[in-house]
Nanobody, 113 residues
Framework: QVQPVESGGGLVQPGGSLRLSCAAS????????WGWYRQAPGKERELVAL?????TNYADSVKGRFTISRVNAKNVYLQMTSLRAEDTAVYYC?????????WGKGTLVTVAP
């Protein structure tokens, strides 16, 4: 079964850092792209960062604070620094494969004192 699996969410204080991980089950992170999205309470899901074979794009709200990286074909990260209350959301890993997009179930990040 093709399934991205996120981990690493939790409670962090404003200004703190957190690293989210996404492991590939049944596929590999490849040329079609992959990324991270988030959905805050009462809001629509939004792009955080997306990497394709040619580019890496970040939402304006996270530029300079978040970094995505591909550790290997089966693992990718989202490094988050200088976290703010407005970063509180469920974070989803997305993998773009030949037959479509696949989503993880999400991991909750809460930024609060």
């Amino acid at each position: 079964q093709v399934q991205p699996v996120e981990s690493g969410g939790g409670l962090v204080q404003p200004g703190g850092s957190l690293r989210l991980s996404c492991a590939a089950s049944g596929f590999t992170f490849g040329e079609f792209g992959w990324g991270w999205y988030r959905q805050a309470p009462g809001k629509e899901r939004e792009l955080v960062a997306l990497r394709t074979s040619r580019t890496t794009n970040y939402a304006d709200s996270v530029k300079g604070r978040f970094t995505i990286s591909r550790v290997n074909a089966k693992n990718v990260y989202l490094q988050m620094t200088s976290l703010r209350a407005e970063d509180t959301a469920v974070y989803y890993c997305n993998a773009r494969l030949l037959d479509g997009d696949y989503w993880g179930k999400g991991t909750l990040v809460t930024v609060a004192p």
